[in-house]
T-cell receptor
Framework: KNEVEQSPQNLTAQEGEFITINCSYS?????LHWLQQHPGGGIVSLFM???GKKKHGRLIATINIQEKHSSLHITASHPRDSAVYICAVTGNSGGSNYKLTFGKGTLLTVNP | GAGVSQTPSNKVTEKGKYVELRCDPI?????LYWYRQSLGQGPEFLIY????????DSGLPNDRFFAVRPEGSVSTLKIQRTERGDSAVYLCASSLGSGQPQHFGDGTRLSIL
């Protein structure tokens, strides 16, 4: 079973700061996902990546397959970025590319 | 367009009762997933449907939990003889196919008193 670890568990930043959230996993994967969850439960998929780097607006996600590590960066952070950010992976063995294994999430609070 | 819809959004019931949670996926999505999220934890996989059949139900915690998707669209998660430990947010997601990005509903918050 893949173990997904995120750090930090909690992060408080001032508006405008550059933010990095880290994710590591223990076993080879087919893809890594970054998800955003706001209070009340709704989850939104931010990125799905299997190599390299992806960018969407102020969000950047990178992955290093050899090191089994990914980072989510937020540039020019804003209070509306406050949410829980969750890293999840899908396996690459036995047809398990559908089953998401989640980290515990990182609670980000951006203060004005 | 319409996203994944889950009903009810909240459910409070007494220990020992039977509950049904409904998920209406995005139209055309053949894959459907149920997850359970306990307080302070990431979601955990329960079951995966491809079409009408449960392709993987290995995450269901015990035989009190059952899920169906009779016409390959709407799915119902059923919990018998509920226990206080079943209290959690139950999340549903759908995708075009296996390995495609999953789209989540807002979840059903289940509280067992």
């Amino acid at each position: 079973k893949n173990e997904v670890e995120q750090s930090p568990q909690n992060l408080t930043a001032q508006e405008g700061e550059f933010i990095t959230i880290n994710c590591s996993y223990s076993v080879g994967i087919s893809a890594l996902h970054w998800l955003q969850q706001h209070p009340g439960g709704g989850i939104v998929s931010l990125f799905m990546l299997s190599s390299g780097k992806k960018k969407h607006g102020r969000l950047i996600a990178t992955i290093n397959i050899q090191e089994k590590h990914s980072s989510l960066h937020i540039t020019a952070s804003h209070p509306r970025d406050s949410a829980v950010y969750i890293c999840a992976v899908t396996g690459n063995s036995g047809g398990s590319n559908y089953k998401l294994t989640f980290g515990k999430g990182t609670l980000l609070t951006v203060n004005p | 367009g319409a996203g994944v819809s889950q009903t009810p959004s909240n459910k409070v019931t007494e220990k020992g009762k039977y509950v049904e949670l409904r998920c209406d996926p995005i139209s055309g999505h053949t894959a459907l997933y149920w997850y359970r999220q306990s307080l302070g934890q990431g979601p955990e996989f329960l079951i995966y449907f491809q079409g009408t059949g449960a392709a993987d139900d290995s995450g269901l915690p015990n035989d009190r939990f059952f899920a169906v998707r009779p016409e390959g669209s709407v799915s119902t998660l059923k919990i018998q003889r509920t226990e206080r430990g079943d209290s959690a947010v139950y999340l549903c997601a759908s995708s075009l196919g296996s390995g495609q990005p999953q789209h989540f509903g807002d979840g059903t918050r289940l509280s067992i008193l």
